[in-house]
């Protein structure tokens, strides 16, 4: 016992010598301990705390895991009460019988966390049923018995858990560590990496459970709607609000693109999505009406006044162009309350600026401040009269700051309350600087991102890929991307056409049969295929007596009896490149051949019918082209696409099939036919196993069988039938005499057709 004990009052004495340890170490802080735990725990409480750091004293750990838990558990039972001892004892036993001893210490560290990201007892008991599920599950034996190694994964576990609990649910929690354990059971150095959220698809799945809105689901539609109503195109670039060392408060944009937060959740009624719409258009706003000014001259209050004043006006002209806008803005703009702040002892300038921002936007505002009177009123005059511009707003905001600045505002506590407008951008764009704008530099950028330079390509979509170890899929795992195909010489295709005239005129013969007899006549078209006499002397007759004529005088015809539309997705990888041992031809030549008969036949038969190309270099890049859509004719258009055709990199096929059976199932026909022509297995640069792409693929096909889309695989490979059956079951054709290709394709189409 230390000499210092001696000067502590009797209890504690008592309380000390029943702990029955003897590290020196706790003396330093057990008394204050005590005092805390009096506070919080009943006299039975303080009874099962000392008897449990008495056990954790004693059970060979050292002094970190009494020291730990003495210092702790008041701040825990405060929370969860002291009835949830029980069963964190029993965890903590649990994991003492275990070979994840030095785990102990760091799960008692985590627990404060825990406890207020789960503040009742049920979910806590979840927590820890989570915790002796992940130990089990990643302890491995050598015998089968016993378990005799750690988990690796346990203790990165205790360290990250309490930051994901900030984000997800603990159902969301319990599938993240789900997927880890499943996924990464047998690779220790993967299973720290997921557990330490430094591999992608840990990332991936943390995002997958998220709580809200997550931009990366809505990109296409917030592109479109920057694009529609604001005739703006950019790069929607997420930042993460989660787990980040870098934390962004605010949205803003750059020559790289517009940054959004990762997420947004429901806020007041306001849907995550209304919460992207709301920041996009500030941001348009900003883009279309602020100009840059200097800020040299000019102090953080100043700016900040400046700033607050042009947000109020780009949503106020934003408001103008897009009444909807109104009640989205103000039902996320805060409504500060006029006189809580002190400014005795507080700088209140934003809330003041917060107020005036306020009373812009909303006419009902209710302030009786004569300066956020006065200047509310002046800045909607002006903007009445479209009289008002960034220049204008920065003399009205120095102009509202010499008038109202208080002595108060320069203190450093800060009245933050109702102040921070979550849809507004942080306005980095809004000021240049002296010696920013001499660098050369500066200007070359502003060159480099010329507005009007055209997109090349659409955002990547994220489709996920199954692993059939796992059996589970890997989530948003490979990033396809879709262009329009790069175009050659069309009259290549019209050549290839002349030289199988025969070909073409027999196919011809053969589809003359097929196609549907049974037409009917659409009458009442303002545009059809021709005139319909009886509406349209109607028409003059309603003309000449002065009554409205009826505009509908054009009739069409449609098929009644053929109802299905076709996808033709072509694998474009290098292996095409090869010639056919028997011609002085590549197998792409031949494609390209076979591809032209069979869709010049087809559009004799009109079924709609797309054409698109694909190829991969790894999951980071499998490439999507577009050659024909359903509702394009067979024109030189198309022709030209095909010319163009070009083979390389791999098969990454699985991402290529879900992406074209999207579009087919938007099709509003009865029977939807994918035919796939490929000259080769699955496969790409970055995948050594050569099950996974194809069972992966195999995966795709089940996918979209459930979906009512059939697919076809016509292989020329004269070995596949040692993988194809297994990705497309019975439906495949092995051809192997390649030369053979043009007629064989056109005809295995009308017997699937039939």
């Not at 996924?183 to 993967?190: G, I, L, S």
């Not at 502003?446 to 989530?475: A, F, G, M």
Request: aromatic share 8%; hydrophobic share 35%; with cysteine.
């Amino acid at each position: 016992m230390s000499a210092s004990n001696t000067a502590i009052s009797p209890e504690i004495q008592a309380f000390r010598e029943r702990l029955d340890c003897r590290f020196p170490q706790i003396d330093d802080v057990f008394e204050e301990c005590i005092k805390e735990a009096k506070t919080v725990l009943s006299p039975l409480g303080i009874e099962q705390y000392l008897e449990q750091a008495r056990f954790l004293g004693k059970m060979g750990r050292g002094v970190e895991p009494i020291l730990v838990f003495l210092q702790n558990w008041p701040q825990v039972a405060s929370i969860l009460g002291e009835h949830s001892l029980d069963p964190i004892k029993k965890t903590i036993h649990t994991i003492w019988r275990s070979p994840n001893g030095n785990a102990i210490t760091p799960f008692i560290e985590s627990l404060p966390a825990i406890s207020r990201r789960l503040p009742s007892e049920d979910l806590l008991k979840q927590y820890l049923a989570l915790t002796l599920d992940l130990m089990e599950r990643t302890s491995t034996s050598i015998h089968g018995i016993h378990k005799t190694y750690a988990s690796p994964s346990l203790i990165d576990f205790f360290e990250y858990s309490h930051q994901l609990l900030a984000i997800l649910s603990i159902s969301g929690l319990r599938k993240w560590v789900d997927y880890g354990v499943r996924n990464y059971h047998h690779h220790p150095d993967n299973q720290r990496a997921y557990f330490q959220l430094k591999s992608s698809d840990s990332k991936a799945v943390m995002q997958r459970e998220r709580n809200g809105t997550l931009l990366v689901d809505n990109t296409r539609k917030l592109d479109l709607y920057l694009l529609g109503l604001w005739n703006d195109h950019d790069f929607l670039v997420p930042y993460s609000t989660g787990i980040s060392d870098v934390t962004i408060h605010a949205p803003y944009f750059d020559h790289s693109g517009i940054r959004l937060p990762d997420v947004y959740e429901d806020l007041d009624s306001i849907s995550g999505v209304n919460r992207y719409r709301a920041a996009l258009a500030h941001i348009a706003g900003h883009r279309c009406w602020s100009t840059a000014i200097f800020a040299d001259n000019y102090s953080p209050l100043q700016r900040m006044a400046i700033e607050y004043l042009e947000d109020a006006r780009i949503d106020y002209l934003a408001i103008r162009r897009y009444p909807g806008l109104k009640n989205i803005f103000l039902a996320l703009h805060p409504i500060p309350i006029e006189g809580e702040c002190d400014v005795r002892t507080q700088s209140c300038i934003r809330h003041r600026l917060s107020m005036l921002s306020r009373a812009i936007l909303d006419e009902n505002h209710g302030y009786t401040d004569t300066h956020i009177l006065k200047y509310s009123s002046l800045v909607r005059e002006k903007l009445a009269t479209n009289s008002l511009s960034t220049e204008d707003i920065l003399n009205i905001a120095l102009s509202y700051v010499a008038k109202t600045r208080l002595q108060s505002d320069q203190l450093p506590n800060t009245y933050f309350k109702d102040t921070e407008i979550s849809y507004r951008d942080d306005n980095r764009h809004l000021w240049k600087f002296y010696e920013l704008s001499d660098d050369e530099e500066q200007f070359d950028l502003k060159k480099s991102s010329s507005e009007n330079q055209e997109i090349q390509s659409l955002p990547p979509r994220h489709y996920p890929e199954w692993d059939y170890v796992s059996q589970s899929y890997k989530p948003d795992w490979v990033s396809l991307y879709e262009v329009l195909h790069p175009s050659g010489e069309a009259s290549y295709i019209d050549r290839l056409l002349e030289k199988h005239q025969a070909l073409v005129k027999k196919l011809k013969r053969l589809i003359d049969l097929l196609k549907p007899q049974n037409r009917v006549r659409i009458r009442y078209q303002e545009d059809g295929d021709e005139l319909d006499l009886d509406v349209a002397i109607k028409s003059i007759i309603d003309l000449k007596s002065g009554n409205q004529p009826d505009p509908r005088i054009n009739s069409s015809h449609r098929t009644d009896g053929r109802n299905i539309s076709v996808m033709l997705l072509l694998d474009q990888s290098e292996s095409l490149n090869e010639k056919i041992s028997s011609k002085d031809q590549t197998i792409l030549e031949l494609s390209q051949e076979s591809v032209s008969i069979l869709a010049s036949s087809i559009s004799i038969l009109g079924d709609p019918l797309a054409i698109a190309g694909f190829n991969s270099n790894t999951r980071h890049e499998v490439n999507y082209m577009h050659i024909k859509g359903f509702s394009e004719p067979w024109g030189n258009d198309v022709k030209s696409r095909l010319a163009g055709m070009k083979a390389r990199h791999s098969t990454r096929m699985g991402a290529a099939l879900r992406h074209a059976g999207h579009y087919l199932s938007n099709q509003k026909s009865d029977k939807k036919l994918l035919l796939v022509l490929t000259d080769g297995q699955p496969s790409d640069i970055d995948v050594k196993d050569d099950q996974l792409l194809i069972q992966d693929a195999r995966k795709a096909v089940l996918d979209l069988d459930q979906q009512g889309i059939y697919t076809y695989c016509i292989n020329l490979d004269s070995n596949a039938d040692t993988y194809v059956g297994s990705i497309f079951g019975k439906q495949y054709t092995v051809i192997d005499r390649l030369e053979r290709l043009p007629e064989q394709l056109t005809k295995l189409f009308m017997t699937l057709t039939q």
